[in-house]
């Protein structure tokens, strides 16, 4: 055992300084080193609307040091998945700030990334999808929230997932610069660089995983949860077979930490590190299976998927205990019916046991998945910690979107932004803030970008749509006073939003999901809405709406838009909330945080109140919806 445990410390020492699994040697090696893409660290000329001497001071230590920050990210992760995260509830949740009403403007793994990164919405970015054109082939990443901190002095570093199709699509950055050079000239003239080699303006140490590579070079994927595969600065490297990616991620996070660690007694350079599981998106496990249950409705069969986990998660007593569904009532019921939601989402039959049975594993897998990352997200701030870096280090920790499990009859997904899906986890703990506190304040990812450059003393890397909340954070609520922001996009003439009615929206445009940035921006936009700190209103682009009163309906199972009798009585409300919603539709910049109508402003004190109720019932409802649950 002993030199076993020696070997694989062996492989892991290789894997996280990239000398293990590249595949070339000798004359390949150097053949490769000409096709690698590393962009310059200052962005083109143009990019960065706001100058670096806008950047204020930053958050410091007591003893006048500049902060490091560690942002962690588990994909597709609940808020009630905390309870199945024993680790960062109790380094992180009990020593710093749990924002609870913490939400992703467009809750799908691609446009969240993106927002973050960039500080914009996603009308703003232009990435819209998971998929082509508008996943990482759409995304202009010469100037994020690396770029500003980068050249606010920071050491940086990215590893584990970074946009959906990095790795298989090409980089738009590239492009974008070669069509500086060359003005006027159609962009499908400009050459092509696959992504996999390339690494992006800002980033000192990248391990950003790859998806789709198909052993051209590198074998494995990011979604192979035990044959994982990243780009070691523009390299495409395989992990070893059989490593759980979560473990490959905190080793290479580890590796990074020590080497900034390092940097900083030499140099003083603070770092900022962006760390991103993939767990507990779904996922194959070893063998290349993708973990799967197989339900029946009728005579009709279907199959919902699962990511993969190790064994020893499954024996956790809180994951093994699990015998429902996240989004399955205690009385082991769903909501009674969906009549009143627009388009195919009303036609939902009630799950039936097949199908909740399916969820209930579903549930169980996803839970020893999060349950196994947690130990590795705790392996970090141990070493922060040994390091002497964690009392100058803001720790992060948050989700790019939700997840579907058994809510509005629905067994899995994302997208749609109903509170289980739009709803995500954060918690900020550091210099200042290590005190256990709720907030009830609202904040979005953008405003979580555009805190944390405040937070660094850098500008943001463009006219930031989100709020710099580091003050706020530092001190109280102050009450609900601005909207959050939803927006999606869905191309399936069965779902609402896909036929262009309404003409606040862009015009459908034929063959709109095929297009991109290179193309010609379109707007494929077919659902926009608000949540303020009672309701939540959405607008679909053929004319459907949905309205919840969330004090009154926090499960959203009244469509109040539905009933004609009481929009009829309620003319004045839902005036006030298109006003607000035709702010945010197409806003930019400080105007997306433009103060609601004073009819929706909802002050401190009950905003506090309600929202605690909300999870209250949440709590009595579900059992397993509440951060602090099990």
Same mark, same amino acid.
């Given at each position: 055992?002993?030199?076993?445990?020696?070997?694989?410390?062996?492989?892991?020492?290789?894997?996280?300084?990239?000398?293990?699994?590249?595949?070339?040697?000798?004359?390949?090696?150097?053949?490769?080193?000409?096709? !690698?893409?590393?962009?310059?660290? !200052?962005?083109?000329?143009?990019?960065?609307?706001?100058?670096?001497?806008?950047?204020?001071? %930053?958050?410091?230590?007591? /003893?006048?040091?500049?902060?490091?920050?560690?942002?962690?990210?588990? /994909?597709? #992760?609940?808020?009630?998945?905390?309870?199945?995260?024993?680790? *960062?509830?109790?380094?992180?949740?009990?020593?710093?700030?749990?924002?609870?009403?913490?939400?992703?403007?467009?809750?799908?793994?691609?446009?969240?990334?993106?927002?973050?990164?960039?500080?914009?919405?996603?009308?703003? @970015? @232009?990435?819209?999808?998971?998929?082509?054109?508008?996943?990482?082939?759409?995304?202009?990443?010469?100037?994020?929230?690396?770029?500003?901190? @980068?050249?606010?002095?920071?050491?940086?570093?990215?590893?584990?997932?970074?946009?959906?199709?990095?790795?298989?699509?090409?980089?738009?950055?590239?492009?974008?610069?070669?069509?500086?050079?060359?003005?006027?000239?159609?962009?499908?003239?400009?050459?092509?660089?696959?992504?996999?080699?390339? !690494?992006?303006?800002?980033?000192?140490?990248?391990?950003?995983?790859?998806?789709?590579?198909?052993?051209?070079?590198?074998?494995?994927?990011?979604?192979?949860?035990? @044959?994982?595969?990243?780009?070691?600065?523009?390299? $495409?490297?395989?992990?070893?077979?059989?490593?759980?990616?979560?473990?490959?991620? =905190?080793?290479?996070?580890?590796?990074?930490?020590?080497?900034?660690?390092?940097?900083?007694?030499?140099?003083?350079?603070?770092?900022?590190?962006? *760390?991103?599981?993939?767990?507990?998106?779904?996922?194959?496990?070893?063998?290349?299976?993708?973990?799967?249950?197989?339900?029946?409705?009728?005579?009709?069969?279907?199959?919902?998927?699962?990511?993969?986990?190790?064994?020893?998660?499954?024996?956790?007593?809180?994951?093994?205990?699990?015998?429902?569904?996240?989004?399955?009532?205690?009385?082991?019921?769903?909501?009674?019916?969906?009549?009143?939601?627009?388009?195919?989402?009303?036609?939902?039959?009630?799950?039936?046991?097949?199908?909740?049975?399916?969820?209930?594993?579903?549930?169980?897998?996803?839970?020893?998945?999060?349950?196994?990352?947690?130990?590795?997200?705790?392996? #970090?701030?141990?070493?922060?910690?040994?390091?002497?870096?964690?009392?100058?280090?803001?720790?992060?920790?948050?989700?790019?979107?939700?997840?579907?499990?058994?809510?509005?009859?629905?067994?899995?997904?994302?997208?749609?932004?109903?509170?289980?899906?739009?709803? *995500?986890?954060?918690?900020?703990? %550091?210099?200042?803030?290590?005190?256990?506190?709720?907030?009830?304040?609202? #904040?979005?990812?953008?405003?979580?970008?555009?805190?944390?450059?405040?937070?660094?003393? &850098? &500008?943001?890397?463009?006219?930031?749509?989100?709020?710099?909340?580091?003050?706020?954070?530092?001190?109280?609520?102050?009450?609900? /006073?601005? =909207?959050?922001?939803?927006?999606?996009? !869905?191309?399936?003439?069965?779902?609402?939003?896909?036929?262009?009615?309404?003409?606040?929206?862009?015009?459908?445009?034929?063959? #709109?999901?095929?297009?991109?940035?290179?193309?010609?921006?379109?707007? +494929?936009?077919?659902?926009?809405?608000?949540?303020?700190?009672?309701?939540?209103?959405?607008?679909?682009?053929?004319?459907?709406?949905?309205?919840?009163?969330?004090?009154?309906?926090?499960?959203?199972?009244?469509?109040?838009?539905?009933?004609?009798?009481?929009?009829?009585?309620?003319?004045?409300?839902?005036?006030?909330?298109?006003?607000?919603?035709?702010?945010?539709?197409?806003?930019?910049?400080?105007?997306?945080? &433009?103060?609601? +109508?004073?009819?929706?402003?909802?002050?401190?004190?009950?905003?506090?109140?309600?929202?605690?109720?909300?999870?209250?019932?949440?709590?009595?409802?579900?059992?397993?919806?509440? $951060?602090?649950?099990?």
């Amino acid at each position: 055992m002993p030199l076993l445990r020696s070997l694989v410390a062996a492989l892991l020492v290789a894997l996280v300084t990239g000398t293990l699994c590249s595949g070339r040697t000798g004359a390949s090696a150097e053949n490769h080193a000409r096709t !690698v893409v590393r962009a310059a660290v !200052v962005p083109a000329g143009g990019i960065q609307s706001r100058s670096s001497a806008a950047a204020g001071r %930053g958050l410091r230590t007591s /003893d006048g040091d500049r902060v490091n920050i560690v942002e962690v990210l588990l /994909d597709d #992760m609940r808020v009630d998945d905390l309870a199945y995260a024993p680790h *960062v509830r109790r380094l992180l949740a009990d020593h710093g700030i749990t924002e609870r009403n913490m939400f992703s403007s467009y809750p799908l793994c691609c446009p969240a990334r993106a927002s973050f990164y960039s500080g914009l919405l996603p009308h703003n @970015h @232009h990435v819209y999808s998971v998929w082509n054109p508008y996943a990482y082939q759409s995304f202009d990443d010469r100037a994020t929230i690396a770029t500003s901190l @980068h050249q606010a002095g920071y050491s940086t570093g990215l590893i584990g997932k970074y946009l959906n199709g990095y790795g298989s699509d090409d980089a738009l950055a590239p492009t974008l610069r070669w069509r500086q050079r060359h003005p006027g000239a159609s962009l499908r003239r400009a050459p092509r660089v696959r992504s996999q080699y390339y !690494v992006p303006d800002g980033w000192d140490q990248w391990y950003a995983g790859l998806d789709g590579t198909n052993c051209a070079p590198a074998c494995g994927g990011q979604y192979s949860y035990f @044959h994982y595969a990243y780009s070691h600065n523009g390299r $495409p490297t395989s992990a070893p077979r059989g490593t759980y990616s979560s473990a490959v991620i =905190a080793h290479q996070a580890d590796h990074v930490i020590r080497t900034f660690h390092d940097t900083r007694r030499r140099t003083g350079k603070p770092f900022f590190l962006s *760390v991103n599981f993939v767990a507990p998106h779904v996922g194959s496990g070893e063998g290349g299976r993708t973990p799967s249950c197989r339900y029946r409705v009728g005579r009709r069969t279907g199959t919902v998927q699962s990511p993969a986990a190790p064994a020893w998660a499954y024996r956790a007593p809180v994951v093994a205990g699990i015998t429902r569904g996240a989004g399955v009532l205690r009385n082991g019921t769903t909501e009674p019916g969906v009549g009143d939601k627009p388009g195919a989402y009303g036609r939902l039959r009630e799950l039936n046991a097949s199908q909740r049975a399916c969820v209930d594993r579903t549930t169980r897998d996803r839970a020893a998945a999060v349950y196994a990352t947690d130990r590795y997200v705790g392996d #970090m701030i141990r070493t922060l910690k040994r390091r002497g870096e964690w009392d100058r280090t803001v720790f992060v920790f948050w989700s790019d979107n939700g997840y579907f499990q058994g809510e509005h009859h629905r067994m899995d997904g994302k997208i749609v932004t109903y509170e289980p899906v739009s709803r *995500v986890p954060l918690i900020i703990t %550091g210099p200042g803030l290590r005190r256990r506190e709720d907030r009830y304040d609202p #904040m979005t990812v953008v405003d979580l970008s555009r805190t944390l450059t405040a937070i660094a003393g &850098a &500008a943001p890397p463009h006219d930031a749509d989100g709020r710099d909340l580091s003050a706020a954070l530092a001190g109280a609520d102050t009450g609900w /006073d601005v =909207a959050v922001p939803f927006e999606f996009a !869905v191309a399936d003439p069965r779902l609402p939003g896909d036929h262009h009615r309404d003409p606040a929206f862009a015009p459908a445009r034929r063959g #709109m999901f095929r297009t991109g940035v290179r193309d010609g921006i379109v707007d +494929p936009r077919t659902a926009i809405g608000l949540h303020t700190g009672r309701y939540y209103y959405l607008r679909y682009a053929d004319g459907e709406r949905e309205l919840y009163d969330l004090w009154n309906d926090p499960d959203e199972w009244t469509n109040l838009a539905a009933g004609r009798s009481w929009l009829a009585a309620h003319r004045s409300l839902l005036g006030v909330l298109d006003t607000a919603w035709r702010r945010i539709k197409d806003c930019a910049g400080s105007g997306c945080s &433009a103060r609601l +109508p004073s009819e929706l402003v909802v002050d401190r004190a009950l905003n506090a109140t309600r929202w605690q109720r909300w999870w209250r019932t949440m709590d009595a409802q579900y059992g397993t919806n509440h $951060p602090r649950g099990r």
